[in-house]
């Protein structure tokens, strides 16, 4: 890390600046970025669980949600996370070119698993399966939806440093693969909480 | 030393994701008495989240800010969750209109 | 060394990341929608003591447009007149200049955040133009009436007032997060945490409180959206949901939001204590551990909003009673800045009239939440105009009293000028008086059952002994309103005509003074100051001056020569 800051294409030097070695400031807006988004998901999975400690027969309705496609969708999420740590790796090492492909990677199984929640609330739709159908199902599609929406804002974010990676043109975005890489996982966090509370509390499982 | 120039176990920690989110799923098709099932698949979420959050996230190198960052929203959710279950959960409002 | 380069208009003004031009977006911003707040209440004001009568600029004000009207004015005057005024502004200018450092740690971002809030805006206000009208549900929104539009026949318009709070909430948070990291990662050699100048903490505090509590505020807005717009049931009994739990998640949200909009003003009153009192802070640490409590505490008191919804009636005790706690800290505070002024040497200018008039009103709203807080008494006063009247003691001061004070006692350093005086006096006392006329009676009509939200009072034959209260309320409103015309006047007349200033007219410590009038692109010279002492060296035994700066060293050379 060099000894200057730009504000605004202007060079001054940081030397005079006082700030904790280790944790730099991008690092430290992600992780606050992460904190806020920790009580968005608190607020909403908060709710989910106290209408189902009330609504024991949501049991039922979980049954009908496809446990093979969610178990494969996490696999998925689980191997784009993998290989997003190993694309942040490959930039500190210095080969660009390398994380791109693993970024590529990363972007495929993240698209996969949308193309599969696709497939998901299309089998739902037709079996009559709406937000409006009822209020177990108004969770699953806005917990799923919301949670579908973080993917995509990942993916493009991961898309336009792969677009730079490529040509070995990262420059200044170098810092960004590895702090992606950690919005990355929190949004992985978030799906592993998600998925057994939406499918695995079925019919004879939880009271 | 930061989280990007520690050395990398990413493999072992993916492994041991992926096993337990199989076994996860695979206990859901246990039928323990009781409360024991919820109990047991959230605590294997509950490691599956631990180890995503001190390897790949890297908080097992951050400081105390980083880490009162991530446990006091998590306070808030259990003072959220808890404090409503009373009005929210137990409160005999049987109103199927 | 670095020169400073030449800005167009465009980037200059409109599309700058300069943290200062930013600050000045929001606060013309909130000086706009003040404007529009302000035109609601006297339509508000005129509509319960004339009933059914023409307003003036307006005509009748039939109760459903009443009711769209309380709604607006709640939620402008909140989050696009408080939130702009009392912390995006003033952590925008000041955060970068009292730490010593050249500007925000994500100078893209607080742009970002302006302009979310500007569309913010822009979508309420196109919200009062669609079919169905605007959103009419009372700012807090309150389940099942908002989640459907069967009963108020508004649909775009309460679609349009949800996402317009949802970009504000999010262009906050992430404003949050650009002061945090700035102070955190910025600051000057010598700057340490000690000797950041308690407004700064304070900003800090308010927009910790904000971005942690607004979530579970977001999740019920998605799932609101979802019932207006999707037809789905999480807040309708009739479909399996449950009203209360959105009362649960927006308070929950709605209680750290007014200490959001608190904590600012206690930063600037403690700060122009000290500098208009020639003293230091007195209890800095107890100041700042009771802030700590009560931050702490303001996360599970929520509920005191619900005592009378018909919530399991176990909850009601124990929030009665984490209410009546978080009475201490901010007590404690209140002690300390009483301390702050004793025996000092206290000049009258009108920042400090304002922080002193701050002390004054906020005292009434802060004992006057005592009575709310006792859920017995709540029985009774909740619904009425004393709650009406309690709020507006509290969010007034802390708003207009608080960003008043902000903005008398750093217009120097932002326009180089100083604003008048006389005017500004004139202002103050007018205010103040103005003020405690229309609210104070609002406390004895309430006692007396007026309950709020109702747009004809004349309807209801055991209102009819407050007319004349109403009434006196009223005209004093409008003397009111009318007042802040000498203060808009003063603030766009004295940009260019104004008293030009000297670098620091105050004799303060803090860094910000010593920077130019107004400070250049990148804030200080090609070195930055280097902190040596603390900020409240004020009025030091055995000092020849009865102000010591921060930096003494920094010599304030232009920024290119």
Same mark, same amino acid.
């Given at each position: 890390?060099?000894?200057?800051t730009?504000?605004?294409?202007?060079?001054?030097e940081?030397?005079?600046?006082?700030g904790?070695a280790?944790t730099t400031?991008?690092?430290?807006?992600?992780?606050?970025?992460?904190s806020?988004?920790?009580?968005?998901?608190?607020?909403l999975?908060?709710?989910?669980?106290?209408?189902?400690?009330?609504?024991?027969e949501w049991?039922?309705?979980?049954?009908?949600?496809?446990?093979?496609?969610?178990?494969?969708?996490?696999?998925?999420?689980l191997?784009s996370?993998?290989f997003?740590?190993?694309?942040?790796?490959?930039?500190?090492?210095?080969?660009?070119?390398?994380?791109a492909?693993?970024?590529?990677?990363?972007?495929?199984l993240?698209?996969?698993?949308?193309?599969?929640?696709?497939f998901?609330?299309?089998?739902?739709f037709?079996?009559?399966?709406f937000?409006?159908?009822?209020?177990?199902?108004?969770f699953?599609?806005?917990?799923t939806?919301?949670h579908?929406?973080?993917?995509?804002?990942?993916?493009?974010?991961?898309?336009?440093?792969?677009?730079h990676?490529k040509?070995?043109?990262l420059?200044?975005?170098?810092?960004?693969?590895?702090l992606?890489g950690?919005?990355?996982?929190?949004v992985e966090?978030?799906w592993?909480?998600?998925f057994?509370?939406?499918?695995?509390?079925r019919?004879?499982?939880?009271? | 030393?930061?989280?990007?120039?520690?050395?990398s176990?990413h493999?072992?920690?993916?492994?041991a994701?992926v096993?337990?989110?199989l076994v996860?799923?695979?206990?859901?098709f246990?039928?323990?008495?009781?409360?024991?099932?919820?109990?047991?698949?959230?605590?294997?979420a509950?490691?599956?989240?631990?180890?995503?959050?001190?390897?790949?996230?890297?908080?097992?190198?951050?400081?105390v800010?980083?880490?009162?960052?991530?446990i006091?929203?998590?306070?808030?959710?259990?003072?959220?969750?808890?404090?409503?279950?009373?009005?929210?959960?137990?409160?005999?409002l049987?109103?199927?209109? | 060394?670095?020169?400073?380069?030449?800005q167009?208009f465009?980037?200059k003004?409109?599309?700058?990341?300069?943290?200062?031009m930013?600050?000045?977006?929001?606060?013309?911003?909130?000086?706009?929608?003040?404007?529009?707040?302000?035109?609601y209440?006297?339509?508000?004001? =005129?509509e319960?003591?004339?009933?059914?009568?023409?307003?003036?600029?307006?005509?009748?004000?039939?109760?459903?447009?009443?009711?769209a009207?309380?709604?607006?004015?709640?939620?402008?005057?909140?989050?696009?007149?408080?939130?702009?005024?009392?912390?995006?502004?003033?952590?925008?200018?000041?955060?970068?200049?009292m730490?010593?450092?050249?500007?925000?740690?994500?100078?893209?971002?607080?742009?970002a955040?302006?302009?979310?809030?500007?569309l913010?805006?822009?979508?309420?206000?196109?919200?009062?133009?669609?079919?169905g009208?605007?959103?009419a549900?009372?700012?807090t929104?309150?389940?099942?009436?908002?989640?459907s539009?069967?009963?108020?026949g508004?649909?775009?318009g309460?679609?349009?007032?949800?996402?317009?709070?949802?970009?504000?909430f999010?262009?906050?948070?992430?404003?949050?997060?650009?002061?945090?990291?700035?102070v955190v990662?910025? #600051?000057?050699?010598?700057?340490?945490?000690?000797r950041?100048p308690?407004?700064?903490?304070?900003?800090?505090?308010?927009?910790?409180?904000?971005?942690?509590?607004?979530?579970?505020?977001?999740?019920?807005?998605f799932?609101?959206?979802?019932?207006?717009?999707?037809?789905?049931?999480?807040?309708?009994?009739g479909k399996?949901?449950?009203?209360?739990?959105?009362?649960?998640?927006?308070w929950?949200?709605?209680?750290?939001?007014?200490?959001?909009?608190?904590?600012p003003?206690?930063?600037f009153?403690?700060?122009?204590?000290?500098?208009?009192?020639?003293?230091p802070?007195?209890?800095?640490?107890?100041?700042i551990?009771?802030?700590?409590?009560?931050?702490?505490?303001?996360?599970?008191?929520w509920?005191?909003?619900?005592?009378?919804?018909?919530?399991?009636?176990?909850?009601v005790?124990?929030?009665?009673i984490?209410?009546?706690?978080?009475?201490?800290?901010?007590a404690?505070?209140?002690?300390?800045m009483?301390?702050?002024? #004793?025996n000092?040497?206290?000049?009258?200018?009108?920042p400090?009239?304002?922080?002193?008039?701050?002390?004054?009103?906020?005292?009434?709203?802060?004992?006057?939440?005592i009575?709310?807080?006792?859920?017995?008494?709540?029985i009774y006063?909740?619904?009425?105009?004393f709650?009406?009247?309690?709020?507006?003691?509290?969010?007034?001061?802390?708003v207009f009293?608080g960003?008043?004070?902000?903005v008398?006692?750093?217009?120097?350093?932002?326009?180089?000028?100083?604003l008048n005086r006389?005017?500004?006096?004139?202002?103050?006392?007018l205010?103040f008086?103005?003020?405690?006329?229309?609210? !104070?009676?609002?406390?004895?009509v309430?006692?007396g059952?007026m309950? #709020? #939200?109702?747009?004809d009072?004349?309807?209801?034959?055991?209102?009819?002994?407050f007319?004349?209260?109403?009434?006196?309320?009223?005209?004093?409103?409008m003397?009111?309103?009318?007042?802040?015309?000498?203060?808009? =006047?003063?603030?766009?007349y004295?940009?260019?005509?104004?008293?030009?200033?000297?670098l620091?007219?105050?004799?303060?410590?803090?860094?910000? !003074?010593?920077?130019?009038?107004?400070? +250049?692109?990148?804030?200080?010279? +090609?070195?930055?100051?280097?902190?040596?002492?603390?900020?409240?060296?004020?009025s030091?035994?055995g000092?020849?001056?009865d102000?010591?700066?921060?930096?003494?060293?920094?010599?304030?050379?232009a920024?290119?020569?």
């Open positions: 890390m060099d000894n200057t730009t504000v605004d294409h202007v060079e001054y940081v030397e005079d600046y006082t904790p280790g400031a991008g690092r430290l807006g992600v992780w606050i970025l992460i806020s988004e920790i009580t968005i998901f608190a607020g999975l908060g709710s989910y669980i106290l209408f189902r400690i009330f609504h024991p049991s039922e309705e979980s049954a009908h949600l496809n446990i093979v496609l969610g178990t494969i969708n996490t696999i998925l999420l191997s996370n993998f997003m740590m190993k694309a942040a790796s490959a930039v500190e090492q210095g080969n660009q070119k390398k994380s492909k693993l970024m590529l990677l990363t972007i495929a993240g698209l996969a698993f949308l193309v599969v929640k696709g998901e609330y299309a089998a739902e037709s079996h009559g399966e937000p409006s159908t009822s209020t177990f199902w108004s699953y599609f806005l917990l939806g919301l579908g929406t973080h993917i995509l804002g990942g993916l493009i974010a991961i898309g336009i440093l792969w677009a990676a040509n070995d043109n420059g200044e975005l170098k810092g960004r693969v590895a992606t950690l919005y990355w996982s929190f966090v978030v592993i909480f998600l057994p509370l939406l499918y695995l509390l019919e004879g499982v939880a009271k | 030393m930061n989280i990007t120039t520690s050395k176990n493999e072992l920690v993916y492994i994701l096993i337990l989110a996860t799923v695979g206990a859901s246990l039928h323990l008495a009781g409360n024991e099932n919820v109990y047991l698949i959230f605590g294997l509950t490691i599956q989240c631990l180890l995503v959050a001190f390897q790949y996230m890297g908080l097992k190198l951050e400081g800010m980083v880490y009162g960052l991530v006091v929203p998590l306070i808030l959710f259990a003072i959220l969750v808890f404090l409503c279950i009373p009005d929210i959960s137990h409160y005999p049987n109103l199927k209109l | 060394m670095s020169q400073e380069h030449h167009g465009f980037t003004y409109i599309f700058s990341t300069d943290h200062k930013v600050a000045k977006q929001f606060l013309l911003l909130a000086l706009s929608m003040a404007v529009i707040g302000g035109f209440a006297f339509l508000i004001r =005129w319960l003591a004339y009933p059914n009568q023409p307003a003036p600029f307006f005509g009748v004000v039939t109760p459903d447009k009443y009711n009207i309380i709604t607006l004015h709640g939620t402008i005057m909140l989050f696009f007149v408080g939130m702009p005024l009392l912390n995006a502004f003033p952590s925008n200018f000041l955060v970068p200049l730490i010593g450092a050249r500007d925000m740690a994500f100078p893209r971002l607080n742009m955040s302006f302009w979310m809030t500007l913010a805006a822009g979508l309420l206000v196109s919200s009062f133009f669609v079919p009208g605007p959103v549900g009372g700012w929104g309150y389940a099942p009436l908002s989640a539009s069967e009963y108020t508004v649909k775009m309460m679609v349009l007032w949800i996402i317009s709070l949802a970009l504000v999010i262009a906050s948070s992430l404003g949050g997060i650009n002061y945090l990291v700035t990662t910025m #600051r000057a050699k010598g700057m340490t945490y000690s950041v308690i407004t700064v903490w304070f900003l800090l505090a308010a927009a910790l409180t904000f971005f942690l509590a607004v979530g579970p505020v977001l999740a019920g807005a799932m609101l959206l979802m019932d207006n717009v999707f037809g789905t049931g999480f807040f309708l009994p399996g949901g449950e009203p209360l739990l959105w009362q649960h998640l927006f929950f949200f709605g209680h750290p939001e007014v200490y959001v909009l608190f904590f003003t206690l930063g009153c403690l700060d122009i204590f000290a500098v208009f009192c020639r003293k802070i007195f209890g800095q640490k107890l100041i551990g009771s802030t700590v409590v009560a931050i702490a505490l303001s996360f599970v008191v509920a005191h909003h619900m005592f009378q919804t018909g919530m399991n009636p176990t909850l005790t124990p929030f009665a984490t209410t009546i706690l978080i009475s201490v800290p901010f404690i505070i209140y002690v300390c009483f301390l702050t002024i #004793r000092g040497s206290i000049s009258l200018e009108p400090m009239l304002w922080a002193l008039g701050f002390l004054a009103t906020f005292l009434v709203g802060g004992l006057t939440g009575f709310l807080g006792a859920a017995g008494a709540d006063l909740h619904g009425t105009y709650v009406v009247a309690h709020f507006h003691y509290t969010m007034f001061p802390s009293f960003g008043y004070a902000a008398n006692y750093w217009y120097p350093k932002m326009f180089g000028r100083m006389m005017a500004a006096t004139i202002h103050f006392v205010t008086i103005f003020f405690n006329c229309v609210f !104070w009676p609002l406390f004895i309430g006692m059952g309950v #709020r #939200r109702i747009a009072p004349s309807f209801y034959p055991q209102y009819s002994p007319v004349h209260l109403n009434i006196f309320a009223t005209i004093s409103a003397c009111l309103i009318a007042t802040q015309t000498i203060f808009l =006047w003063n603030f766009f004295s940009m260019k005509n104004g008293k030009v200033a000297e620091n007219p105050y004799h303060a410590n803090t860094l910000e !003074w010593l920077a130019q009038s107004p400070p +250049p692109h990148g804030n200080w010279g +090609p070195k930055l100051p280097v902190v040596t002492s603390g900020p409240y060296e004020y030091k035994p000092e020849t001056e102000w010591h700066t921060q930096a003494p060293s920094y010599k304030g050379e920024i290119h020569g």
